[in-house]
T-cell receptor
Framework: QKEVEQDPGPLSVPEGAIVSLNCTYS??????FMWYRQYSRKGPELLMY????GNKEDGRFTAQVDKSSKYISLFIRDSQPSDSATYLC????????????FGKGTMLLVSP | SAVISQKPSRDICQRGTSLTIQCQVD?????MFWYRQQPGQSLTLIAT?????????ESGFVIDKFPISRPNLTFSTLTVSNMSPEDSSIYLC??????????FGPGTRLLVL
């Protein structure tokens, strides 16, 4: 079992839809959870950063962490064609010097 | 947030040659990393660039193939040595500021013929 599992997609939705992107993980030591957005031919851009369990909202984006289920989600409301990108989840143990473990990324396509 | 630049942005190289990629951060950071991203794949950590000491390499990556320097808190280089077509990839520099907040550069697209 991989440490972090993420459905590669592609996930195709119409403009305005609510998008749900998810990752599961196996390492209970993970405490920091991140979502990155990567446009084609660009580097990953940090979107959301969450510590431990709970929700965090930033504009149209909501990150949710359920440590008991080892499951994290990113919700995008009112999706736009400009949201079309690959979304990578990442997590770490939080020792201060621990490295990030990434999912493979989910490709999202939002059609106008 | 940290702004990271990389040079070159892309290159086409002949097998057997070496390429050095530069990474510059606009502020002092605690940690810098180098990643590789194969087409359609996620990010694979090559090494952690340590300031003033040898880099810490992940399993499967060795210093002779990927020598790394980090002379100060804002700059690092990665060299891909004795290249083969299997080294064709995107190489990404990354930097960490507070806690686990980690940012990435735009990447260097390398094609080895």
């Amino acid at each position: 079992q991989k440490e972090v599992e993420q459905d590669p997609g592609p996930l195709s939705v119409p403009e305005g839809a609510i998008v749900s992107l998810n990752c599961t993980y196996s390492n209970s030591a993970f405490q920091y959870f991140m979502w990155y957005r990567q446009y084609s031919r660009k580097g990953p851009e940090l979107l959301m950063y969450t510590y431990s369990s709970g929700n965090k909202e930033d504009g149209r984006f909501t990150a949710q962490v359920d440590k008991s289920s080892k499951y994290i989600s990113l919700f995008i409301r009112d999706s736009q064609p400009s949201d079309s990108a690959t979304y990578l989840c990442a997590m770490s143990g939080g020792s201060g010097y621990s490295t990030l473990t990434f999912g493979k990324g989910t490709m999202l396509l939002v059609s106008p | 947030s940290a702004v990271i630049s990389q040079k070159p942005s892309r290159d086409i190289c002949q097998r057997g040659t070496s390429l050095t990629i530069q990474c510059q951060v606009d502020s002092q950071v605690t940690m810098m990393f180098w990643y590789r991203q194969q087409p359609g794949q996620s990010l694979t950590l090559i090494a952690t660039a340590n300031q003033g000491s040898e880099a810490t390499y992940e399993s499967g990556f060795v210093i002779d193939k990927f020598p790394i320097s980090r002379p100060n808190l804002t700059f690092s280089t990665l060299t891909v040595s004795n290249m083969s077509p299997e080294d064709s990839s995107i190489y990404l520099c990354s930097a960490r500021q507070a806690r686990e907040t980690q940012y990435f550069g735009p990447g260097t697209r390398l094609l080895v013929l």
